[in-house]
């Protein structure tokens, strides 16, 4: 199937670089992009996942890389790879991460708290510096990265996490004023998404979960998926340094 059959729009010229996006959040960002033109490459630590989502996406569109975020050969090979196929690396988004600890930060092993921060924070910074330098310094571009509403307020038995999503906000603010004005630097704080990733905290208890929601309902990949397209676009062009809450306003309710 050629680009032109597969129903897809125009190429927009655009090329992004979407982490841990075989699934969930991050595959919704990037069908989004698709959605619109961009070209995409999407990274995981799972190949055959990602085979598969590049072609679900349009493998005319789409490349997958597979590694583990925090693996700096990973990222250098991610970045070059971009650039070797689609020549420009326009937009990132950091959006791989893990969380594989429950319980209260008393009891936190802290070889599982590194592991959080190098995945979660540090292969952002990572990502970022090398696109910086294989594009956006002398062409411009811009970078979202997928925060949480669990960074903006104390969150219960998922600390590490949390504490973790506050440094991806404060790595925003860095980013976005470091790399001014060529490139817009901008993160998103979803409450809870209905993702694999996200399971534990909504499964076989949705209607309980989504009760505190005004709007009455859990997020899904879609409702991220178009809020990073808004924030890599020229709509936001006056946009940095920002953390976009989506939560289908669960903080209303946070003084009551």
């Known amino acids: 199937m050629t680009e032109q059959d597969s129903g897809l729009p125009e190429p927009s010229g655009k090329v992004a670089l979407v982490t841990g996006a075989s699934r969930g959040i991050g595959y919704g960002i990037a069908e989004a992009l698709v959605a619109r033109g961009d070209r995409v490459v999407i ?15 349009g493998a005319d569109r789409v490349l997958g890389v597979a590694g583990k975020a925090h693996d700096e050969a990973h990222q250098a090979i991610a970045v070059e790879r971009a650039m070797e196929t689609f020549g420009r690396v326009d937009y990132l988004v950091n959006n791989a991460g893990t969380n594989p600890v429950f319980g209260p930060i ?3 092993d802290l070889g599982v708290a590194r592991k959080v921060f190098e995945t979660n924070v540090v292969s952002a910074l990572g990502f970022a510096q090398r696109t910086w330098h294989a594009w956006q310094k002398d062409n411009g571009g811009a ?5 949480s509403i669990a960074g903006l307020a104390p969150s219960p038995f998922i600390g590490a996490y949390g504490m973790s999503k506050a440094a991806m906000v404060n790595l ?9 004005p060529g490139v817009r630097v901008n993160s998103i704080a979803p409450a809870v998404v209905k993702t694999k ?19 009455a309902r859990l997020g899904v990949p879609e409702d991220i998926g178009g809020a990073a397209a808004f924030l890599l ?6 946009i940095t340094g920002q953390t976009l809450v989506v939560d289908g306003g669960l903080f209303l309710n946070a003084g009551v």
Not at 143 to 147: L, Y
Not at 172 to 178: R, S, V, W, Y
Not at 233 to 238: E, Q, V
């Open 43 to 57: 990274t995981g630590r799972n190949e055959d996942a990602l085979k598969e989502a590049a072609e679900k996406l």
């Open 106 to 108: 008393a009891d936190l």
């Open 172 to 180: 925003t603010l860095q980013l976005a004023h470091e790399f001014a």
């Open 233 to 238: 676009s020229d709509a936001s062009g006056w």
């Open 197 to 215: 990733f996200a399971a534990a905290l909504y499964e076989n208890r949705e209607e309980e979960a989504a009760a505190g929601y005004p709007l």
């Open 143 to 147: 970078i979202v990265n997928i925060a």
